[in-house]
Structure formats: structure tokens, C-alpha cells
């Protein structure tokens, strides 16, 4: 059985991201999920709905948080949970637009230990050209490139540096050796700059090869930009709004600054 662990603000998506999982991401062992959901005010009346669809579904491994919400405390929470020796990191607003064989993914992964993480692309996977490579050395940001692509027992991999926290499977072991994210840290930042100082030779990937269209779709990112620019257009028509319009700075806040997937 595979852990599957999600981080939830209490939003409807879930209900589409867990349709999704459950139809193209197949396992012979089983899932068993864990889930830890942050109450938003904004949110909280479709807790009821949510603590429902859990039910519905057998899952009963939830922690709600009604207090302070952090999302350093989030994935604190979930890491601390795990017990498979391999487990796949969700979050709730994520739906998988392919079919995804995790058997033989787990297989390569046993017979290859040094693959500690495999996400899967949210965009077609390019080749880096020459302009993106100079606009990243111009930035001292070359280390975001991906590298060469490899085909182990069957399956293709290319080779990254980034320890994302969009959909993955990924090494217990490794997640469990990375220290107490601090509140209001970005996880995903500091996740990235503790695995690549204690791994000189990346053991990340991405699944597929290039020009593989992606496997996954941000369906929680479009609603995000949507109430932004409703909050932005609303605020020029009156400008009194705008210590009541706070939603930009509470998701800061939430995930340790600025969040880029």
C-alpha cells in the first residue's frame, strides 16, 4: 500500500482531483490516504460536504485545522504520517489528464535506489534551447534546467534538480530525513535547498520523455487568478474595498511567501 498525502484548504476541487487520482493513477498494492485540511473563512461552509465526500470515499485519516493555517505545518503534518516505503504527495487542486502505472514506476524505483523523486510534468515537456539556457545563466538560475533523459526497465525519466511539491511519488526514506520546515517558510524552497546540499548527484526526475504533453493540470491556479483579478476590478470601481480585499496576502502568508510551481 502506497501513502497518499494531501494538503487541503477546504476547497470543492478535491472532489475532482480524487476522481481523477482514482481513474488514471493505478496501483495493485492500494492507496491509503491521509489528508490535512487548513479551514479557510472563505471556505469553511463546504467543510460539511467535504467531511461527507471523505466519508463517502473510506477515508478517514484527516486532520482539520481550524487555527492558525500554515502550510510549512501542512506538509509537517503529513510528512510526519507517512509509513510506505514510497508515497505520493497531492494537493487539492491537481486533476492527472493521463493514465499513470505506478507498478512499474515503484519497480524502477526499487531496482534504481538512487531515484529518490519522480513528478509528473504539468506542461509539455521541452528540450531547454539555447535562448531559455542563456536566460537562466543571466539570472544565475541554471540549475533549473532540466538534463538528459533516460530509459530505465522501460520506463523514461529526465533528470531535474527540483524537489517540487506538485504531484510525485517519491522515497519516504529521503522525506524523512529532511528537517522541521520552520513556519512561514515557503516548503517548497526550502525542501529544494536541503535535499541539494545533502545530495551532490540528484536522484529527481521528471516521468516521461521530451515532447510528452503533461500529465497533470493546476485546476486550483485558474480560480486563484479568476478571484484576483475580480478582487482587482472591483477594488478600482471602489477603493474603499480594499483593507476589506486581504484574500492575496492570507495565501502569502499561508504558504511562506510568494508560491511558484
Known amino acids: 500500500m502506497i501513502d497518499v498525502i494531501v494538503t487541503s484548504t477546504c476547497r470543492k476541487q478535491f472532489e475532482a482531483t480524487y476522481a481523477s487520482f482514482v481513474k488514471n493513477v493505478k496501483y495493485r498494492g492500494g492507496f491509503r490516504f491521509i489528508i490535512h485540511v487548513d479551514v479557510f473563512e ?9 467531511l461527507e465526500f471523505l466519508r463517502h470515499n ?4 484527516v486532520k482539520i485545522n481550524m487555527g492558525k493555517h500554515s502550510f510549512a505545518n501542512a506538509v509537517n503534518y503529513l510528512h510526519g504520517r507517512l509509513e510506505s516505503e514510497y508515497y505520493f504527495n497531492l ?9 499513470i502505472d505506478l507498478d512499474s514506476i515503484i519497480q524502477v524505483m526499487k531496482n534504481n535506489e538512487n531515484i529518490h523523486n519522480i ?13 531559455a ?3 537562466l545563466a543571466k539570472s544565475n538560475e541554471l540549475y533549473l534546467l532540466t538534463g538528459d533523459q533516460v530509459s530505465l ?16 511519488i517519491a522515497r519516504t526514506l529521503i522525506a524523512k530525513q529532511f528537517p522541521h520546515i520552520p513556519e512561514g517558510t515557503n516548503p ?12 551532490t548527484v540528484s536522484g529527481l526526475y521528471i516521468y516521461g520523455k521530451y515532447g510528452d504533453p503533461p500529465y497533470v493540470k493546476d485546476i486550483g491556479r485558474h480560480c486563484f487568478l479568476v478571484k484576483k483579478i475580480k478582487t482587482i476590478s472591483e477594488i ?17 502568508r499561508y504558504l511562506g511567501g510568494q508560491f511558484e510551481s
Do not use: A, V
Not at 473510506?58 to 485519516?61: A, K, T
Not at 494537493?91 to 493514465?99: K, S
Not at 520506463?155 to 504531484?167: A, F, G, K, Q
Not at 471602489?238 to 476589506?244: A, Q
Open 42 to 50: 472563505k471556505n469553511k461552509r463546504y467543510l460539511p460536504k467535504l
Open 58 to 61: 473510506g477515508i478517514d485519516d
Open 91 to 99: 494537493e487539492d487542486d491537481w486533476i492527472f489528464l493521463r493514465r
Open 119 to 131: 513528478r509528473f510534468s504539468k506542461e509539455r515537456i521541452k528540450k531547454p534551447g539555447l535562448i
Open 133 to 135: 539556457k542563456k536566460r
Open 153 to 168: 526497465g522501460g520506463t523514461d525519466l529526465i533528470e531535474s534538480t527540483l524537489w517540487s511539491l506538485n504531484p510525485h
Open 188 to 199: 517548497e524552497n526550502f525542501l529544494f535547498k536541503k535535499y541539494n546540499s545533502k545530495f
Open 236 to 252: 478600482l470601481r471602489n477603493p474603499s474595498l480594499i483593507k476589506k480585499q486581504d484574500r492575496m496576502k492570507k495565501m502569502e
